[in-house]
Nanobody
């Protein structure tokens, strides 16, 4: 089995920073890439940023210049450094990972349970 767990969410004032972490654990043979998504109340889940196994990154327009995605080399651990946070960044942030388990031939996308980020005075 595979488990993804996010941490680092919380309440922050506008202009502040947070660093989210995501750890994928379990029966993992290979990791093709990881990403951060978010879902605000009443809205669809949207991509924030993702990073491939080779380190290539993609950001949403709203994340460019403020957020930085990174991975710990050799580990199934990913981070999202969020700076200059705005009230509109308030959402539940989810991580996902495109993984291949040992003794499997099927790549699967796994999701974490999410961590709440609230940007407010």
């Amino acid at each position: 089995q595979v488990h993804l767990e996010e941490s680092g969410g919380g309440l922050v004032q506008p202009g502040g920073s947070l660093r989210l972490s995501c750890v994928a654990s379990g029966n993992i043979f290979s990791n093709n890439g990881m990403g951060w998504y978010r879902q605000a109340p009443g809205k669809e889940r949207e991509l924030v940023a993702n990073i491939t196994s080779g380190g290539l990154t993609t950001y949403s327009e709203g994340a460019k210049g403020r957020f930085t995605i990174s991975r710990q080399s050799g580990e199934n651990t990913m981070y999202l450094q969020m700076n200059s946070l705005r009230p509109e960044d308030t959402a539940v942030y989810y991580c996902n990972a495109h993984l291949l388990q040992w003794y499997s031939s099927t790549w699967t996308v796994y999701w974490g349970q999410g961590t709440q980020v609230t940007v407010s005075l």
